[in-house]
């Protein structure tokens, strides 16, 4: 038996306003994009609780994004820049216990950028096949001994 | 006169003066000392201002008092520092009403495991002696050595009692508020210098924050927690905690189909149950840890020992410094409440926010 290829799971979190209508265009533009991608569309960047990021690394996912608005786009005015906080909490709470921080992305793309949808999609995808397997997925599990 | 008598006669005068008409200090039970509140003069004899034990956050038992409505008399309550910090964090979190409240608080001796206390009691007095000898007694908790602010601070509380490097213990007020309530005392301002007691622990923190950071990630963070109970003891004791819903404690959210698991423990060789344990203080840590004060109470309420406030207070230590904030210690704006336009954008994207 040849050793299984590693491939991730990454969770999307994107926003109805903007990401999720960047990956509407990126689909019917027929840009190529990894099937790795497991999109959940939710109203705002800001309505995503930082413990679903983890949770979602927790329970098997390798990678999460969070896709909002620009900065100064919102919907709901201020929306992402509460996103963006959150998202440094997150960051810094898994730096400092030493994970990889690097599992969660937050990225701004606006409803009429398919083309950095797909390129954000296939660059992530590269650098989290590149990475192994996610440590935080193993939390609390008897195996991953082989993940660093 | 020891302090604890000051601080007495200071209570009796203030209700013959009429300038409060009640009190919020810790009074002595069989084996640790509680909050109580009193409203009369001949009440006061019962209590123990400075205990040499914190069993919850005073804070937090305000929060209590004046979570339906605001204090409708003058209520006097006697704080240790990290708890008038939390009451500061916690009107900042609109949780407590300040009106007709003031705080004293004091320099304070660090207090001692409510556990240790019950099987080998101490007097507060001893630990206030080691203190004006200007040395940090072996007996207080991990948390009180390491404090980063043991004394009263400006704008934090209403008034102080300084009792480092002064003969007579002497009172000064923080705030207005403290200002208008010493002058109806009739009781003059003094001043003393608590700098060699804030040295002291800002020695051990330094050192602390640098020898004690858990590492290592997954397995770092398991070994660490390896006896949780998920008892959720810390989350209820801690003063930032105040949802009335939390998260980790709708079960529902963690409801699966029994396929669920199977397919887990398919993938990942095997899991342990329950499967948020360590997801909780993880969470937790992401939910309060800009905001946690240092008051060790999740330490001290581990039926495991597990030294929580190494995990609390280091991390935590880490997210103030990612948005230059301190709790409790002045009037900036929690993290999670507030927001820039133009801020922290080594956040953003892969690589720190370059196209």
């Known amino acids: 038996m040849t050793e299984k290829k590693f491939d991730p799971v990454i969770v999307g979190f994107f926003c109805n306003w903007c990401t999720s209508a ?127 | 006169m020891t302090e604890n008598e000051m601080l007495k006669k200071f209570i009796r005068d203030g209700f013959e003066k009429g300038v409060k008409e009640a009190v919020m200090a810790r009074s002595e039970t069989k084996d640790s000392y509680t909050y109580a509140l009193i409203t009369k003069k001949e009440d006061v004899d019962k209590l123990t201002p400075i205990a040499p034990v914190m069993q919850w956050n005073g804070a937090d038992i305000l929060r209590r008092i004046t979570k339906l409505k605001k204090s409708e008399r003058k209520l006097l309550a006697i704080l240790r520092p990290c708890e008038s910090r939390t009451y500061k964090e916690l009107v900042k979190f609109n949780q407590i009403n300040p009106e007709n409240i003031i705080v004293l608080t004091y320099d304070c001796p660090g207090t001692v495991h409510a556990r240790n206390y019950k099987y080998e009691p101490t007097e507060s007095e001893k630990l206030i002696e080691e203190m004006k000898s200007g040395k940090i007694s072996n007996k207080v908790r991990e948390s009180c050595r390491v404090c980063e602010y043991p004394t009263p601070i400006k704008g934090v509380g209403d008034i102080g009692l300084g009792i480092v490097n002064t003969t007579e213990p002497v009172f000064f007020s923080l705030s207005d508020k403290g200002k208008e309530f010493l002058a109806g005392m009739g009781i003059s301002e003094g001043e003393r210098d608590d700098s060699s007691w804030v040295k002291l622990h800002r020695d051990n923190r330094e050192k602390w924050l640098k020898e004690e950071r858990i590492t290592g ?92 406030y190494r995990l609390f207070g280091i991390v935590g230590n880490d997210l103030q410094k990612v948005f230059n904030y301190k709790p409790g210690v002045n009037d900036d704006i929690p993290p999670v409440m507030d927001f820039r336009e133009d801020e922290l954008h080594e956040f953003e994207g892969l690589f720190g926010g370059e196209e």
């Open chain 1, 22 to 148: 960047a990956a509407d265009l990126a689909g019917t533009s027929r840009l190529h994009y990894p099937a790795s991608i497991r999109p959940i569309r939710v109203m705002c960047s800001s309505t995503v609780d930082p413990v679903y990021l983890v949770r979602a690394l927790q329970e098997g996912a390798d990678a999460t994004i969070l896709g909002g608005c620009h900065p100064g786009d919102c919907h709901y005015i201020t929306g992402n820049y509460k996103a963006r906080r959150r998202v440094a909490i997150v960051k810094t709470v898994l730096k400092s216990l030493g994970f990889d921080e690097t599992r969660v992305l937050l990225e701004w793309i606006s409803g009429s950028e398919g083309p950095k949808f797909a390129r954000v999609m296939n660059e992530y995808t590269d650098y989290i096949k590149k990475r192994g397997p996610s440590d935080f997925k193993y939390l609390d599990s008897l195996g991953g001994e082989k993940v660093d």
């Open chain 2, 217 to 308: 990630g997954r397995k770092g963070l398991e070994e660490f927690l390896s006896s949780c109970l998920n008892c959720h003891n810390c989350k209820d004791m801690c003063p930032i905690c105040f949802c009335k819903e939390c998260f980790f404690e709708d079960h529902s959210v963690f409801d699966y189909e029994s396929n669920k698991f199977y397919n887990w423990a398919d993938d990942k060789d095997g899991i342990r149950l329950p499967t948020d344990k360590s997801l909780f203080h993880v969470g937790r840590l992401i939910h309060m840890g800009t905001s946690c004060i240092g008051c060790g109470l999740c330490q001290q309420a581990c039926p495991m020992d597990i030294p929580l």
